[in-house]
């Protein structure tokens, strides 16, 4: 098992757990998608304020709400082309707001460069998921490059946690901008093959 | 996709080029790496406005002096 799949494994504990419990209540999962967001605004609140711990802890509780929507839709037979989408939209919303928090707190310190690296850095986080839903439009699978989600959510937390929000926010920067080139060459080519096959 | 033929030239294209599932040995050389970038790099290094301080590559550089 690697590393990351062992912490992977670790972490499915408690999480099934709570998914055991919400399918119990029969919680419907577009609102468990909907109270993640509402915790993401908290977590972004928390970070305009400087409070980095705080933040990393509402951040967790957030993204648990984000994970579980999904598993507990399988196991209480909602699965939806909506629900789908809802957690597409809100995923965005969650995204966009610890972004604004960081650039708050950077305005509020005078700290134009670090307001410009993480505005860019919410620039090429939103076009990492759009380059990926436009793609899949037209090609297949468009599934290429590091700088998911998932991978951002983590890396906020470290960064709250460890106080290390700059090096984070280069990370996330520089690797959006490689992964939203990845999806715009991998779509290029497949589509080019497509029509060389066609032609 | 096709690679560049030499091997250093080969890793830098398929870290470019990301193609690999969670849980790989080579997502695992990824994460550690962004992690010890991350840890290891002096906030003063990146101005980082909520932090200051070298770090401990700061003061591994400062025991060699």
């Known amino acids: ?199 | 996709m096709k690679n560049p033929a030499s091997l250093p030239a080969r890793i830098l294209w398929n870290a470019f080029f990301w193609t690999y599932e969670r849980t790989t040995w080579q997502y695992d050389v990824m994460v550690l790496a962004i992690l010890a970038f991350v840890w290891l790099t002096p906030p003063d290094w990146l101005n980082d406005p909520m932090s200051s301080g070298n770090g401990p590559i700061g003061w591994l550089i400062g025991q060699l002096r």
């Open chain 1, 1 to 199: 098992m690697t590393f990351t799949g062992f912490i992977g494994y670790i972490c499915m504990f408690p999480l099934r757990l709570i998914i055991s419990t919400c399918v119990a209540l029969r919680i419907h999962p577009n609102i468990l998608t909907f109270v993640g967001v509402l915790i993401n605004v908290a977590a972004a609140w928390a970070l305009g304020l400087g409070k980095f711990v705080t933040a990393g802890f509402i951040m967790i509780v957030a993204n648990i709400f984000d994970f579980i929507d999904g598993k507990v839709a399988l196991e209480l037979d909602e699965v939806s082309a909506f629900g789908g989408f809802w957690d597409s939209v809100i995923d965005r919303f969650s995204d966009i707001s610890l972004f604004i928090g960081l650039i708050f707190l950077y305005s509020q310190k005078g700290r134009t460069d670090y307001v410009m690296v993480t505005a860019l850095a919410m620039m090429f986080a939103i076009m990492t998921s759009y380059t990926r839903a436009r793609a899949e439009s037209l090609i297949r699978k468009c599934k290429v490059g590091f700088m998911e989600r998932p991978e951002r959510i983590v890396l906020f937390m470290i960064g709250a946690f460890t106080n290390r929000m700059a090096g984070v926010l280069w990370v996330i920067l520089i690797l959006s901008i490689v992964t939203v080139a990845d999806r715009i060459i991998y779509t290029y080519r497949e589509l080019r093959d497509t029509q060389q096959a066609l032609a």
